[in-house]
């Protein structure tokens, strides 16, 4: 169990991280809200994955993805974040 959570961390970090890289724009934030990002990317990554390729029954739709779906997950709510709170348009304004 410990090793799962620290895995999820793990996890959490470099997608969070990735997904604050490859999104245009200045995301100051901080390192746990790094790791939130990518913890929840994941979960977004793990149900569009099962909406996309199927599960057996035995899965719940919302789990854990891999990496690559992590960070695509980290991006998306990143993206929807960003959308919601209006913080890229407020400094593109300027």
Not at 5 to 14: E, F, N, S
Not at 79 to 92: D, E, F, H, Q, S
Request: hydrophobic share 55%.
């Amino acid at each position: 169990m410990l090793g799962f959570i620290i895995g999820l961390i793990i996890v959490g970090l470099i997608a969070g991280f990735i997904a604050r890289a490859l999104v245009p724009g200045d995301d100051s934030m901080s390192i746990v809200a790094t790791i939130v990002l990518g913890i929840v990317g994941s979960f977004v990554g793990g149900f569009l994955g099962a909406l996309l390729f199927g599960t057996d029954g035995d899965e719940t739709t919302l789990g854990p993805a891999g990496i690559i779906g992590s960070i695509i997950g980290a991006i998306i709510v990143l993206l929807i974040y960003n959308a919601v709170t209006g913080r890229k348009n407020a400094t593109a304004r300027r």
